[in-house]
């Protein structure tokens, strides 16, 4: 199957009756890249693989491989391998038989398809087990049996919907490294959908977070990780913290925040102003009891301690009551009183979220905000 240079998704617009699942999603995607579509149950991501994959007809919009529109192609016709999180194996068939499939609906000949099937077995260590039935394997194995399919006809785009979510959690990191080993010796362009944080930033070159349908943001996961678009990326990339501040003073784009009677530094994210609300999101691993040298010190009465190995997974009340998570290598117990401090680069300052009240920053909070738990 012939390689491409560029994927581009134009505008492409998908609603089911007045509900707008996908709405002018604007990408493209370059030949070899891998890119993650994130983002949580419901806003879309497996809308947008489907219409890539021909299963859904678009409501608007249009889909290129290079000069060529496709999204009104018959999804066999267009050359792209599919896995899904229910492998889809044909239980009477062998593990061969299985691979083999869609070769032989290709007409290929029966020395290449002999050929190719033992190399795609091969490449996802499966060679041993060739003879046998899907139901006499693990779950990552059908999962393998499932990737070689689609790896077994070099498909011009691998399209894959959230393929580890039926494993354990080691079976999990064990096929997220084959996948990502897979790609590193194919090279097969991949577009890969999962609402795990970690799953994304671990396989993918590029992520594309969506939110309600819409694109929040896409970049390298280095950049979305540490500099993510807006508050929802942020906390969907693990700032756990979104702490309600009042902004005291600007000088740049540092920020001298009040937080519960303290004062805070942080980096600004959304051309705020003096005198303004705003929400500091912070990460558990960047929040910690304060050093002799910290810049600004938060009190905080400590009231669950989980042990986690190497650190202590820590929540802490305010005195305003808001609620905070930070990891420490210390030894803390319920009922100790701290003062905790985060690098002013690690506190990113955004303006809090359109026609959504925060609670006034020095008063007890009534309730606090709880972000998407990401993945810990
Ligand atoms: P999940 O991770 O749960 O699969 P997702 O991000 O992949 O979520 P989609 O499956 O793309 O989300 O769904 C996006 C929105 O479109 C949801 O609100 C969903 O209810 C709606 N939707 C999806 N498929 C249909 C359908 N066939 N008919 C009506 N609404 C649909």
Known sequence: MSRFSTLRLDRVSRSFGRHAALKELQLEIGG??????????????????????GLLPLTG???WLDEQRIDRIAPERRGFGMVFQNYALFPHLTVRGNVAFGLKMARVPKADIARRTDR????????????????????????????????VLEPRLVLMDEPLS?????????????????????????????????????LADRLVVLRDGVMQQVGTPEEVYGRPANRYVAGFM??????????????????????????????????????????????PEDLDVAGDDADGRIPADIEVVEYHGRELAVQARLSNGQQVHFRTAGRLAPGD?????????RVLVFAPDAGEKPQPADE???DVPRQKAATP
């Open 120 to 151: 795609a077995l091969e490449m996802v260590q499966l060679t041993g087990h060739a003879h046998k039935r899907p139901g006499q394997l693990s779950g990552g194995q059908q999962q393998r049996v499932a990737i070689a399919r689609a790896i």
């Open 238 to 283: 693990g700032y756990r913290n979104m702490l309600e501040v009042t902004v005291a003073s600007a000088d740049g784009d540092r920020l001298s925040l009040r937080l519960a009677g303290a004062r805070l530094t942080g980096l600004d994210r959304d051309g705020l102003t003096a005198g303004g609300r705003a929400i500091a999101a912070i990460r």
């Open 32 to 53: 070899g890249e891998f890119v993650a579509l994130l983002g949580p149950s419901g806003c879309g991501k497996s809308t947008a693989l489907n219409c890539l994959a």
């Open 364 to 366: 007890p909070a009534k």
């Open 166 to 202: 039926n494993l354990d959690a080691s079976l999990r990191l064990e096929m997220r490294t084959e996948i990502r080993r897979l790609h590193q010796s194919l090279g097969l362009t991949t577009v890969y959908v999962t609402h795990d944080q970690e799953e994304a930033l671990s």
């Open 61 to 63: 919009g249009a889909i």
């Open 337 to 345: 009183h701290v003062e905790l401090a985060a690098a002013p680069e």
